[in-house]
């Protein structure tokens, strides 16, 4: 009869506390770098912005504000089709988001409580749209947008927009719907609810941190999208069209004006609806 091997020692508590907080420290030294990596830029495009011509051409330059002033910001704001490019904007944005979450959340809704012949096809052909460069959607719908008298437009661009956003504004909110639990939605149609009071009071409010994830993905996307809205618009083109259009005759601390200009909106944005985000563990953001 062969002699039981020896089972080692179990690991000290103390052994196993110093490893979480080493593997706690390194978390937090990546999460660290990670935002200096993101912060930076914005810092930097920040500080040129809010400084005075003297002082952006200075070199070198100083990583510490010397000589906060506001001419360029003023001088990039007062320029011509600026402020309306602004609005332009913030309008394809937002109607970009309502049109998106208004035919996407039906359609993942539908991708998640019902079984049909082609859904994973389907699901892949909404990939498609993402798989084409710009371009090729751009210039056929401008064509299309001429012929129906709609170009030059912020409808226009709201409904190219919308094309690039809804697939993935469906393939987000399709796997909210698979986490929600149906037998919660079959109570409340067993205690009389109809199915559509049933999805607006118990479904929606469990799925509204995907609707708001794809909210800021849609605003971000629209927000960002330079060469539909350079292709598509002439007189109402959005900022990063306009600011695309006029760097070539612009100055530097033009240049750094309008980065910062098209940073602070899609942050506001994004902190708006940051409260309506789930982290992992399923707490609120607050």
């Not at 129906?148 to 956003?165: E, G, M, P, Q």
């Not at 849609?218 to 960002?224: A, E």
Request: some cysteine; aromatic content about 10%; charged content about 10%.
């Amino acid at each position: 009869m062969t002699a039981a091997r020896e089972r080692p020692p179990p690991a000290r508590p103390a052994r196993r506390g110093r490893r979480a907080r080493r593997n706690r420290a390194l978390v937090q030294a990546a999460c660290v770098a990670i935002s200096l990596f993101m912060v930076a830029p914005m810092y930097l495009i920040t500080l040129a912005a809010f400084s005075s011509p003297a002082a952006l051409n200075e070199y070198p330059k100083s990583f510490l504000p010397t000589s906060v002033s506001t001419e360029t910001m003023n001088a990039f704001l007062t320029s011509t089709g600026v402020v309306p490019a602004l609005l332009n904007s913030l309008l394809v944005g937002l109607f970009t988001v309502l049109l998106s979450l208004a035919l996407g959340v039906p359609a993942g809704y539908a991708l998640a409580r019902f079984v049909f012949g082609g859904r994973d096809s389907y699901q892949l052909f909404l990939l498609f749209t993402r798989a084409l460069p710009i371009v090729v959607l751009s210039v056929p719908l401008a064509r299309l947008f001429i012929t129906i008298n709609v170009s030059d437009t912020v409808l226009a661009v709201t409904l190219l927009h919308t094309a690039l956003a809804l697939p993935t504004t469906v393939l987000i909110t399709a796997s909210i719907f698979v986490s929600v639990p149906q037998d919660v939605e079959e109570a409340a149609l067993v205690f009389g609810c109809t199915p559509l009071q049933a999805f607006r009071q118990v479904v929606a409010p469990l799925a509204l941190p995907g609707m708001a994830a794809a909210a800021v993905f849609t605003f971000v996307l629209s927000w960002n999208e330079i060469l539909g809205a350079a292709v598509l618009t002439l007189t109402h083109r959005t900022l990063p069209a306009q600011v695309l259009g006029s760097l070539q005759w612009s100055p530097l601390a033009f240049r750094f004006a309008g980065g910062f200009a098209l940073v602070v909106p899609a942050l506001l944005f994004i902190f708006v609806m940051r409260r309506y985000l789930l982290n992992m563990w399923g707490t609120t953001l607050r």
